[in-house]
Each structure stands twice: as C-alpha cells, then as structure tokens.
C-alpha cells in the first residue's frame, strides 16, 4: 500500500500495489511471520523500491514516481526465502534464510538484475 501524508501528518491511503509474488511465513516465527528485516527497501538515487516475495523466492522491483509506484519487474532472489533487501551503491543485496542462507548482489542499472 501506498499513502499520501497530508501536512498536519495524517495519512491517506493513495494505492495498493501488488507485487506479484507470494508472502510467507518462516517456521517457527511467532511476531514476525517472515521473520525478516527490510523486506522492502527504497533506493532513492534510482528512484526503485524493492520487495522481497518469500513463498515465491522472488524480488519485485517497483519504480517509484511521487506517491505512485509501476512494477518494473520480478527476478529470482537465486535462493530459497529471501527475507532482506537493500541496497548500497550500484548493487543490490538480497539475503535468503533457508536451504543454508545466501546473499545475492547485482546492478541496480535499468534493465539489468
């Protein structure tokens, strides 16, 4: 979901966004059913929002443009349940919690993941 927040600080929902991918729930989680930390990221220099999708082991990619969002994508995160993304520089990192955990990098760069 999207929100617009209006000068006094309230927020009004503006729009819900699909990221085509499934949500999850890591076993054993009790509060934080994925069991995750940044599952979504934005990256402000590229103006793109990434959101993990644990149950389908994929990353959404959304371009962000002012409170509206456009799904630009949906990659492997090239692991089983990624549950963090962020991003620093040109790379993107995707970390995934099972089968022995793995951490993917790639480019940031449009068109390239």
């Known amino acids: 979901m999207a ?4 000068d006094d600080g309230t927020l009004k929902q503006q729009g819900v966004y699909a990221t085509g991918g499934l949500g999850g729930k890591l076993d054993g989680a009790v509060v934080d059913k994925p069991a995750s930390q940044r599952s979504l990221t934005y990256d402000p220099a590229h103006r793109l929002l990434y959101a993990v999708n644990a149950d389908s082991d994929t990353v959404t990619v959304f371009a962000v443009r002012g409170d509206r ?4 994508q949906i990659v492997t995160s090239e692991g089983e349940f990624p549950v963090s993304v962020t991003v620093h520089g040109n790379l993107v990192y995707v970390l995934n919690a099972l089968d022995g955990g793995s951490c993917r990098a790639t480019s940031t760069s449009p068109g390239i993941w």
């Open 69 to 72: 969002l456009l799904r630009r």
């Open 3 to 6: 929100y617009d927040r209006a």
